[in-house]
């Protein structure tokens, strides 16, 4: 089983995915620390807590992040998205539980040196809390087994900027600083994520098998769907974050290319991930001594659908 740190900023994909995390029996979740992101970091807090209570794992600790981004000011949350609170503006239940006294950086530090090379640390939102634990302890790039993250685009272009990815847009400097601190580490991003839809069809399964928990994901998934419906002509939506952790568990549906990543922090480009595969001849710039790292490029779109909805 994959021990894991999910670090997320639900959001109704984030939803999806923390309810995989939560109950897949290959996963041993240590913990879920949150961002501001898809709304800000007190409701991603929240809806971690209500994700956990309702699928009966309030042991799980819930660590709250990064109200904002490293250096530039916040983009408002994407309220025509996931809702004003993140959910589809459902009803939801109320919290009982209370976030871990840490800050998500401390818990991911913390976590990291309790089982050296053991842990996966798995990022769905803005990665400020990543960066931020790279700063309180530079080690753990040594200590962590693996990083994915689901973020960026290379060859899809974006989703919130014609170049720009929002995980990455949310927060670009952070995210420069994580994709090239020289850990072991695969990007998920549109380019995958966008070839995956969940049905209608899907989310009925889903919902019949989840009690409460399957009650919001059913609700939230309404609300996600009419925005892919009227943005992009998609009858579904994408599981972007859920992605992530298909790439984790189910690595064979997908193909990956190694190389040389930046991220652009400023101008036009402003969170375009920029990809160079390794071998391939460029002139040297500037980024081109970055690390290696994973970009996944390829995937059977529908058999991780499928998966996703089956582990659902
Ligand atoms: C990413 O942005 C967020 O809105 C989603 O939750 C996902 O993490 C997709 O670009
Ligand atoms: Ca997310």
Not at 87 to 96: A, Q, R
Not at 157 to 164: E, H, I, K, Q, S
């Amino acid at each position: 089983s994959h021990p894991i740190i999910f670090d997320t900023d639900p959001g109704i994909d984030d939803a999806q995915a923390i309810a995989i995390a939560l109950r897949h029996p290959e996963l041993e979740l240590l913990g879920l620390t949150t961002t501001y992101g898809n709304v800000d970091v007190e409701t991603a807090t929240h809806n971690a807590l209500l994700l956990s209570e309702l699928a009966g794992r309030a042991d799980v600790p819930v660590a709250q992040g990064a109200a904002a981004p490293l250096v530039k000011a916040r983009h408002p949350p994407p309220a025509h998205i996931h809702g004003i609170n993140g959910l589809g503006d459902i009803e939801l239940p109320t919290v009982k539980g209370k976030a871990d006294p840490r800050s998500a950086p401390q818990f991911i530090v913390d976590t990291l040196n309790a089982r050296p090379g053991e842990v996966t640390l798995v990022a769905v939102g803005p990665v400020g809390n990543l960066a931020a634990a790279l700063q309180l302890d530079p080690t753990i790039t040594r200590k962590v087994k693996q990083v994915v993250i689901m973020g960026g685009s290379i060859r899809e272009g974006g989703n919130v900027t014609p170049v720009a990815e929002a995980n990455m847009f949310n927060d670009p400097d952070a995210a420069a600083r994580v994709l090239t601190a020289g850990w072991p580490l695969t990007l998920v991003g549109l380019d995958v994520t966008h070839r995956c839809v969940l049905t209608g069809a899907h989310m009925a399964r889903i919902a019949a098998g989840q009690g409460a928990l399957g009650k919001v994901l059913a609700g939230s998934y309404g609300f996600y769907r009419d925005f892919y419906r009227q943005f992009l002509g998609i009858d579904g939506c994408c599981p972007h974050d859920s992605c992530a952790l298909a790439w984790l568990l189910r690595p064979e549906l997908f193909t990956t290319d190694r190389g040389h990543l930046s991220v652009a922090t400023s101008g036009d480009a402003e969170g375009q991930t920029i990809f160079a595969p390794e071998d391939r001849g460029f002139i040297e710039t500037r980024w081109s001594r970055n690390p290696l790292v994973e970009v996944c490029l390829g995937v059977d779109g529908e058999a991780v659908s499928d998966w996703i909805a089956d582990t659902l």
